[in-house]
């Protein structure tokens, strides 16, 4: 005969009440613990979720793409024999371009990704959603459709069209403060029965683990990628973290920066410098990583940028043609803006070597570009507006390059005891 101490509390014995009903809603079920989920299934259905739990956690480690992850796992929920007619996930993400990214399941159509850019927690399609009700209430948004007033949620007409009869939005809460969603319909009449719900509950665990790990390693690989470069950014990965910790490389080195920035600058508020600038880096970014070029620091008006030799040693005529055609770009957009103050750039460019690392005292760190040939660089940039020449370059740039380059003379730049040899490209102009 039982102890007293092992009869279940009366909070308890109301729930098995309700599970022995099946009279829990969705929300109610993903909040059980996993012993009540695993009697809810039975026996058979709860060891396949256990085997597919399983196979979730060791794809955490996993080089599968996000999409090849999601097909095989909505293709083991259908050998299970849940009626899974569509599965999406959705997840904050910290990046310089957009603001979420989702991927969605349709049985027989396979995954498409989309990115999204919200305006903010106001943006009215976001807020509309059962997103946005998952997020902000922590609970889980069930639909059934065919009883759902078309003007709860924008989504429910496109459901209801589409045949789809029950729907389930649960928040994921990831570990740096944003949210995440993962989402699961079905177009069957009944729509999921109790134990196909609590087979989805006892996966969330598994699924919220893998997402918030790849979401967060993404986003720190984006971020850093974002702020430090490419190559840094992989160095930074690597746990180049400690101060002194300094690589180098040998490459085209192109210095570019604005004329006149202040006289630009010195009349506007601070966020309207900022779109000046913002307008000048989309004139010079695209061109430079269009020829795998890599922006390895913004300096205020500036960027410094390398190129790395291909097998046709092409770094210096790859540099020259990305500063001519990003100062093409800055001459196009003055014509298109003649109302508006034209924005004109130096580019200086040189063949050396440039050393990376981090620098600073302390805790506080920042990982930047430094060295002799680096600042020659920037030395030969000063001379570009008193020769008159938007583009310059070292004799060590120029003797790289596979054209020809003309003469322009040796000039003192400070901090070189050596007059420099100064060239410029045969092409001066836009083409």
């Keep these: 005969m039982p102890h ?3 009869a279940p509390a009366p909070a308890d014995a109301a729930l098995d009440a309700a599970l022995d009903a099946a009279d ?7 909040d059980l613990p996993p012993e009540r989920l695993d009697r809810l299934m039975g026996w058979d259905l709860a060891y396949g ?3 597919v739990a399983d196979w979730l956690i060791r794809q955490a480690r996993a080089k599968d793409m996000p999409s ?3 097909a095989t796992l909505c293709g083991k929920l259908l050998a299970l024999g849940l009626p899974l007619d569509r599965y999406g996930s959705s997840t904050e993400v910290l990046d310089a371009e957009h603001d979420s990214v989702s991927r969605l399941w349709v049985r027989g159509q396979g995954v498409t ?10 943006d009215s399609a976001y807020r509309n959603s059962p997103f946005y009700e998952a997020a902000w209430t922590g609970r889980t948004v069930e639909l059934r459709l065919a009883e759902t007033d078309v003007s709860r949620f924008g989504i429910v007409v496109e459901l209801r069209a589409d045949g789809y009869t029950h729907y389930l939005c649960i928040p994921i809460p990831l570990m740096n403060g944003g949210h995440g969603w993962v989402t699961f319909a079905t177009k069957r009449a009944d729509g999921f029965t109790t134990p196909e719900l609590a087979a989805l509950a ?3 665990p598994a699924i919220a683990m893998l997402i918030d790990l790849r979401s967060t390693w993404l986003s720190l690989d984006k971020l850093l990628r974002t702020y430090v470069g490419d190559e840094p950014h992989r160095a930074i990965l690597r746990g180049v973290t400690k101060r002194g910790q300094v690589s180098t490389i040998r490459s085209a080195i192109l210095f570019a920066d604005m004329r006149d920035s202040i006289g630009h600058t010195a009349d506007l508020e601070a966020v309207e410098a900022v779109e000046v600038f913002n307008t000048l880096f989309d004139c010079l970014v695209p061109p430079i990583e269009d020829r795998r070029g890599e922006v390895l620091k913004y300096m205020g008006d500036g960027l410094l940028a390398i190129f790395r030799d291909g097998e046709d040693g092409d770094a210096a005529d790859r540099a020259l043609a990305a500063g001519q055609a990003a100062l093409d770009a800055l001459r196009a957009r003055n014509r298109l803006h003649p109302a508006e103050p034209p924005i004109e750039a130096g580019v200086a460019l040189h063949y ?6 981090n620098v600073g005292s302390g805790l506080r760190l920042d990982f930047t570009v430094i060295g002799r040939d680096v600042g020659l660089t920037s030395r030969i940039a000063n001379l570009n507006r008193p020769l008159g020449q938007p583009v310059l370059m070292s004799r060590d740039f120029a003797g790289r390059l596979h054209g020809p380059a003309a003469y322009v003379g040796a000039f003192a730049v400070r901090g070189f005891k050596q007059p420099v040899d100064v060239f410029r490209p045969e092409r001066t102009d836009a083409a």
């Design 4 to 6: 007293a101490a092992d």
């Design 24 to 30: 829990l809603d969705a929300a109610a079920i993903v």
């Design 49 to 51: 979720v256990s085997l």
């Design 68 to 70: 090849e992850r999601i």
């Design 113 to 122: 990704t989309r990115t999204y850019v919200r305006v903010g927690d106001t």
């Design 202 to 204: 006892r996966l969330l």
């Design 352 to 357: 050396g070597e440039a050393a990376y690392g």
